[in-house]
């Protein structure tokens, strides 16, 4: 059955450091791949789009990676913030170009 | 300016009482989705509204209904609300799944509490 990991639930680092998120997929070949930042009690927003022939993109600190042998996607945040604090989903496009979410990654940064 | 807009924020109801949570969006996107999202959990996708044609997903139960009046609106009505239906519906709208990568706006989410 398709399936969409996140790393880990949780991830605390030091403000100034670089964050790490991981998502691996099994079973999908998804055309793109998108991050969404999602704060407690709100609404998931976008951050930035992969497709499948790309291999990196950036946005400001934002970096994702996507390697389709791998079947994984790497998002950075670089010099974090405390504001940067929130939960972090990777979502995949599949075939019926419908969205399919992972249950997040949950990142603090402490000042 | 809210773009998707969710009403109530907040909604309690009783257990097996029908209730209707509401969408609206200033986008004239074409597309409107509803998703489930519980505590820690991925957001779930139950049906979405391309125009007017209705796409359910095949395990979305049929105590979840949804309607579409006009390009601006969408509903959620859940006929008899179990307490497995408390979580956060999420409504979202996009300009068209069929494009490249497309990208899906939301709304704030309406948290239902079933008692």
């Known amino acids: 059955s398709q399936k969409i990991e996140q790393n880990s639930e949780a991830l605390n680092i030091q403000e100034g450091k670089t964050a790490t998120l991981t998502c691996n997929y099994t079973?999908?070949?998804?055309?793109?791949l998108q991050w969404y930042r999602q704060d407690p009690g709100r609404g998931p927003v976008f951050l930035l789009l992969i497709r499948e022939n790309e291999k990196e993109k950036r946005k400001e600190r934002l970096k994702v990676t996507f390697d389709t042998t791998l079947k994984q996607s790497l998002f950075h945040i670089t010099a974090s913030q405390p504001a940067d604090s929130a939960t972090y989903l990777c979502a995949l496009v599949g075939s019926a170009r419908q969205l399919t979410f992972g249950s997040g990654t949950q990142l603090t940064v402490l000042p | 300016d809210a773009m998707v807009i969710q009403n109530p924020r907040y909604q309690v109801t009783q257990f097996g009482k029908p209730v209707t949570l509401s969408c609206s969006q200033t986008l004239n996107h074409n597309v409107m989705y509803w998703y489930q999202q519980k505590s820690s959990q991925a957001p779930k996708l139950l049906f979405h509204y391309y125009d007017k044609d209705f796409n359910n997903e095949a395990d979305t139960p049929d105590n979840f209904q949804s309607r579409r009046p006009n390009t601006s609106f969408c509903f959620l009505d859940i006929r008899s609300p179990g307490l497995g239906d408390a979580a956060m519906y999420l409504c979202?709208?996009?300009?068209?799944?069929?494009?490249?990568?497309?990208?899906?706006?939301f709304g704030p989410g309406t948290r239902l509490l079933v008692l």
């Open positions: 079973n999908y070949s998804p055309a793109y």
């Open positions: 979202a709208t996009s300009r068209d799944p069929r494009g490249e990568g497309e990208t899906q706006y």
